[in-house]
């Protein structure tokens, strides 16, 4: 790649990083896959923060941002990540059924398969973050198929990373992915099942007021209350939207309401836990340790007794 071409993929990431209130601390090389170069930018919150909370941002260094939609999208991506660099652990999520995840290690940019599969591959980590030290996680091998790479403009972290990150959410609530202290990687299928080509737009979970506000809540018990000593966290964020099949200001809606019951406190788009919803701790445990069990491999006990229907 020319000098001049690592200068425009800079200088673009830098000019949106700038324009989503973030700055750009560093830019190295790194290298994908197959060897092939990367650019590997660290960006920071402004400030003394920027040093000590930062995002990774990998980058084929060939890729050039030359058409109309990206470069928006890039800041859009990076706007996003601004607010998560807020929250006291940007990396934890949580699932409907009730589990704290961490993601982690992921290798951008996605790589064509090897295998002679039609697939993109993203390999990550996931880890249960519910404080303890049981070293429970899942290596994760995210597959998207060729058709549904299509759908997005390159599958480029800023591009990708929002509908990998929820379709390793949805197969975990399909009980398709095991909590381990080692193993192997364990696929994470992303396919067209998971976009709507009619309405133009990802489609993971529809979940009902109920859903969406218990979703709500689990959130803000774990990553504000017992991994954030009650610090808020982002409320309105767009990939839990995407993933709950609803819309940013519904998630402020009903976190507003619980607000009112005195089960979290806003602060503008964010939330932090109080003492009441804290007190819950016992059944959002049990929720975890249910939701946990659902992603073990079950043994049917009618097949060591010999009664199986063959």
Same mark, same amino acid.
């Given at each position: ?42 960006? %920071? =919150?402004?400030?003394?923060? @920027? ?33 998560? =660099? ?9 699932? =409907?059924?009730?589990?704290?995840? @961490?993601? %982690? ?26 404080? %303890? ?20 403009? !390159? ?27 080692? %193993?192997? +990687? ?31 809540? +689990? ?19 767009? +990939? ?11 998630? =402020? +809606? ?16 964010? !939330?932090?836990?109080?003492? !009441? ?12 340790? @249910? ?20």
């Amino acid at each position: 790649m020319s000098v001049a071409s690592k200068s425009t993929l800079l200088n673009s990431v830098q000019a949106a990083a700038t324009q989503a209130g973030l700055v750009l601390v560093s830019a190295t090389k790194g290298s994908n896959f197959h060897g092939e170069p990367t650019s590997v930018f660290a960006i %920071g =919150l402004p400030g003394a923060e @920027a040093a000590s909370r930062t995002l990774k941002l990998e980058i084929t260094e060939t890729f050039e941002f030359d058409k109309p939609d990206l470069l928006p999208t890039l800041t859009a991506h990076l706007a996003a990540e601004a607010k998560r =660099l807020s929250n006291p652990r940007p990396e934890c999520y949580v699932t =409907l059924g009730g589990l704290p995840i @961490a993601f %982690g290690q992921f290798a951008w940019p996605a790589h064509q398969s090897t295998s002679g599969a039609d697939t993109y591959i993203v390999h990550g980590e996931m880890q249960l973050a519910d404080g %303890g030290a049981h070293n429970l996680h899942a290596k994760l091998a995210a597959a998207v198929t060729l058709t549904f790479a299509e759908i997005v403009p !390159a599958m480029e972290q800023p591009f990708a990373e929002s509908f990998v990150y929820n379709a390793v959410r949805k197969t975990v609530d399909y009980g398709q992915l095991e909590f381990v202290k080692s %193993g192997n +990687r364990q696929p994470v299928p992303v396919t067209t099942r998971y976009y709507s080509r009619w309405q133009k737009r990802f489609l993971f979970t529809e979940t009902t007021d109920a859903e969406r506000l218990e979703f709500l809540l +689990r959130k803000v018990y774990w990553l504000s209350g017992v991994l954030g000593e009650s610090k808020p966290v982002w409320i309105a964020d767009p +990939r839990d939207a995407q993933y709950l099949n609803t819309t940013e200001a519904d998630l =402020l +809606r009903m976190a507003g309401h619980e607000a009112g019951e005195g089960l979290m406190v806003l602060h503008g788009e964010f !939330a932090a836990a109080t003492p !009441a919803l804290l007190a819950g701790a016992a059944e959002y445990q049990a929720k975890l340790e @249910a939701a946990l069990n659902f992603t073990k491999p079950q043994f049917n006990e009618s097949m060591r007794s010999g009664h199986a229907n063959m």
